[in-house]
């Protein structure tokens, strides 16, 4: 086992740039490994959410679909009513695509809030709150 070496590059870059680069190692007799080309791509954007249904201050039967669209492909939560656990949201994983469309979720009757977290690949997050009232 040899010596651990780091570097580092600082780059440049528009989002969805693409930057290639690969590893040349060698050691002191001489051996040499170049890995395989790799690519990353700049996302610095975070994504977009949209509430499909239901909208924002609609009213709703006690039983309803909710379904949320992103723009790419996020791991997406979900809080109802504030829902806090150690003193802090409490948001559910509930898939990690672009389009959900949940089971039929039942609320009592009255003013609800729906918080969506949607979280990108880079790490990026967005965030959506949607009130709506649940009719009896």
């Not at 389009?99 to 690949?121: C, Q, Y």
């Amino acid at each position: 086992l040899g010596d651990i070496h780091e570097c580092s590059k600082m780059l440049d870059g528009e989002d969805g740039d693409q930057f290639y680069f690969y590893y040349n190692v060698s050691d002191i007799a001489g051996n040499q490994v170049i890995s395989k080309q790799k690519y990353i791509i700049l996302d610095n954007e975070e994504p977009e959410i949209k509430v499909v249904s239901p909208t924002e201050g609609q009213e709703v039967s006690k039983n309803f679909l909710l379904t949320i669209t992103t723009n790419e492909k996020t791991d997406i939560y979900l809080n109802i009513d504030n829902k806090q656990e150690n003193g802090k949201l409490n948001y559910r994983k509930i898939v990690s695509k672009s389009t959900f469309t949940s089971n039929v979720l039942s609320l009592n009757e009255g003013d609800h809030i729906i918080k969506i977290k949607a979280i990108d690949k880079a790490g990026n997050e967005a965030n959506k709150t949607i009130p709506i009232i649940v009719l009896e």
